[in-house]
């Protein structure tokens, strides 16, 4: 015992200098794309935190017009206001935007095209994760409300990586391990590289619809190809939102 607690400050004060070396290993993928984006306008959900958050700072120090969608407004000008800062891009702005009630998303979507006459660059970051049961208010259940009825069908999928996020707040245990395993997670700025490699790589047009994970293509299991099964999938989705 007595050994043990002597090699422990060894040991630990080994793991404090790896953690960069430990991170850099589990860092995954990065966005190599040296595009500038002045002129275009994109459009981040839940972007005044985490992944969302770095994404919309790499648009925004690339040029783009930038919004910010997202259900707290005043977390968003938070966020917003410290992009701007950063980048010295002043064209960041918030926007409200529910994914849980249709309400919101259709008065978001009419909003935007009444200031904008196109959207070059969408990112479907905001999600939720492990919540109580509950239900949105069109009264779907809250995972299938938000994940995928509310936020719709994107151009790619895409697999951010284990990252340190806001997204398992609703579970305490994820949240202890996530504090535990901290040296083994992704930050947000690494989270963000394989939507960001999505959103400006070039030739990679002919891939749309494909499975994404550290800037580069991965697999799906035979019932993720399934054209069957994604075609109900969409007319069911269709018919609960009632186009």
């Not at 938070?78 to 309400?103: C, G, H, P, W």
């Not at 492990?130 to 719709?152: I, Q, R, W």
Request: hydrophobic share 40%; glycine share 8%.
């Amino acid at each position: 015992m007595i050994g043990i607690l002597v090699l422990l400050p060894s040991f630990l004060s080994f793991l404090f200098m790896a953690v960069p070396y430990i991170r850099k290993h589990f860092a995954g993928g990065v966005c190599t794309s040296t595009a500038q984006l002045p002129e275009k306008v994109a459009v981040v959900t839940g972007a005044n935190t985490g992944i969302g958050k770095e994404t919309a700072k790499d648009l925004a120090r690339r040029g783009a017009r930038v919004y910010i969608a997202c259900r707290d407004i005043l977390k968003g000008e938070s966020a917003a206001s410290e992009i701007r800062a950063a980048t010295k891009n002043q064209q960041v702005f918030v926007r409200k935007l529910d994914l849980s009630d249709t309400k919101s998303i259709r008065a978001f979507a009419k909003g935007f095209l009444a200031e904008e006459k196109q959207l070059h660059i969408l990112i479907n970051n905001a999600g939720v994760m492990m919540c109580p049961y509950s239900k949105t208010a069109d009264g779907f259940e809250t995972h299938f409300g938000v994940n995928h009825l509310g936020t719709g069908v994107t151009t790619y999928a895409v697999h951010p990586g284990i990252v340190q996020s806001e997204l398992v707040r609703h579970s305490f245990v994820l949240c202890l391990l996530w504090r535990l395993f901290t040296p083994f997670l992704k930050s947000a700025q690494q989270g963000a590289q394989t939507s960001l490699h999505c959103a400006l790589a070039e030739g990679i047009e002919s891939q749309s619809g494909r499975y994404f994970s550290d800037c580069k293509k991965a697999w799906v299991s035979p019932k993720g190809r399934n054209n069957k099964t994604a075609k109900r999938l969409w007319d069911v989705s269709c018919e609960l939102l009632g186009i």
